[in-house]
């Protein structure tokens, strides 16, 4: 669990977890590690302390489990304020303490490292420091909150806290995470005794020895940069109050306690500081918003990453070639992603010419990466050798896997299935990265439609996270099981989702837009629309991420529709919104530089001046809560049609997808557990009160109503 050698009298205590995947802070290895260091302590003959790891990783966190078995929240105070006695014996014992960070630290990991007194990592670029709590919910409350700020400023951390921001070791170097850089691993524990040597008596800089030779807080600290209360510090916490507010618009209440944290804690001694920081951690550990973003964004993300949706009995397979058919955004896209993991990658459009046009935006993208360090010359040129661009379907031979990207066009789709299937053996998987036609459908080109599937990537590929497989009628067990290791290997998240028109994330993402632009239909004024998007908690508002989508796509999108199922969409609200603004205005989005908004050259997009003349603003206009609730209900019920049509079969995917795909708000859990959020007695009643003022489209289903009646959630 904990190494314990002495070297030189030297104690060097490694983290080295034989029994877990990783390092990590939990009750087991909190309590050896305080074993550890308190027997380096005591012992005279110890000079001082090298804190390290024996795996890979230094510590990669706190166990998750370990703070979610807290039940209330004096449970979680004493949770807390125990680890804090734990480092801050080693803080104050009047030995040097000494991070020999040689692998990842994040969170627990690096707070271990805050509370040494002199940090030393090892420069693997790899190597993430930092505390990303924020980003499930929760924040740095291992002395993170208290130690980070007095080191570097609240100006500086401020931002690393709230934002979670993971450094490599040279970042961490820079913005003074570490304080100095190591070469080697021998290099690491060599500059860590030196230091030691070099520092004997070894005190942090908010701490000081009274009169009996203690080491205690120091009341007037000075935090480098300006103290709280200094001109500088007042007009930080200003700033950073506002810029915070605009982030999460309220919703997230723990970088509003990481606020609060820095603010109190650094006003009173480090001692009173970790007080404060306790209490903020027990409240904000027992919120709903942490608990939803942990189960979903730490466990069932986690789940859905180790393929819990993969046909068990099937035997992995080691995707090594993949065919991409299209060198346009998409394919070249999904050429890179697969390229950087190791695959070797056919990138096929019509001439060499498009193909090589493809390869360019890997070429580019590597570019990048070389400039920030994360790659070697050498490693670009290896990625880049495995992307083969080509206009000859011959070299498919070999793939493993076949992904069609070219255009949204079912015949030509069916035209490039053909011409792979050709040169494919017959446990070759075909994939169609379409957007909008179902899988079963494009399957009927295919000799072998059990092979066929769907394999729905994000735009930009290398940035968004999710891949939804779409499976058709006769898409076989073997074909997600690939599809799933494939997805994996990529390191991307896989949902399995059973083929429907929009499949499951573009569905539900079409009810966002939609609603925004029945609302723009309503007379309901348009900032208020935007404003109620992104005060619910999405990225974008929905008139804004309408014209990114591009209007006539949508447009077309509904005709298609129209046209396959027999429906009059155009005839909705919406429909005849973006009709007009398609046929009659020629405003077709953002691509064109006119939609609902308009791009002036020099500055920023603005709401365009016209809407008001098109849509006048109704006199009566709705709070911004009643709007808010319009556009997060109406994604739900959507979500909830899906779920029960065995579209997205299982609350993990539903939550994850919804998350990854179309950013539906964290803090909710996702799509189905926002039900569980606001509880689903209370949701039926709002649902219905919609439906009645604003149309059927919010009604709940029966399911939903019976599972209300047993007061029966989505989690139990
Ligand atoms: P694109 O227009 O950028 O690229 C299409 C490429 O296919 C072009 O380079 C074209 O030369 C090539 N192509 C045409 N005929 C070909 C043939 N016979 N053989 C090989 N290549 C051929 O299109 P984009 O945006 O990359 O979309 C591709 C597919 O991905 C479409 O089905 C689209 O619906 C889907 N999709 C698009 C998303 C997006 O955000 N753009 C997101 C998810 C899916």
Redesign the pocket.
Known sequence: MIDYQIQDQIAIIAFNMENAPMNVLNEESIKAFDEATSKAIEDSNVKGIIITSHKKEFVAGADLNMLLKNATLEQGYEMISHLHKVFRKYEACKKPVVAAINGTALGGGYEVCLACHYRIALNDPKIQIGLPEVLIGLFPGGGGTQRLPRMIGTEKSLPLLLEGRKLNPEKALKEGLVNELAYSKEELLEKAKNWILANPRALQPWDELDKKGNVVGVQSYKVPGGNVQSPKGVQTFIAGTALLQGKTQGNYPAPQAIMECVYEGLQVSIEHGLAIEAKHFARISQTKEAKNMIRTLFFAMGEANKGAARPKDIPATDVKKVGI???????AGIAYVSAVAGLEVVL???SLE?AEK?KDYSRNLLKKELEKGKYTQEQVETVLARIKATADAKDLEGSDLVIE????NRD??A??TQ?AEAFLTEKAIFA?????LPITGLAEASKRPENFIGL????PVDKMMLVEIITGKQTSAYAIALSIDYVKKIKKTPIVVNDSRGFYTSRVFGTYTSESITMLSEGISPSLIEAAGKGAGMPVGGLDVSDAVALDLMYKIYLQTEKDMGIKITDTADGKVVKKFVEELGRVGKKDKKGFYEYPEDEPKRLWSGLAEHFPVAKEQPSLEEAKKRILYRQVLETIKCFEENVVTNVRDADVGSILAWGFPPYTGGALSFVDYIGIENFVKEADRLADTYGERFRPTARLREMAQKKQGFHG
């Open positions: 058919l299209g060198a346009g955004m998409m394919g096929k459009d019509v498009s493809g990207a070219v255009f949204e030509l789709k035209q490039v011409e169609s990265n379409t957007s909008t729905h990537f994000f735009s």
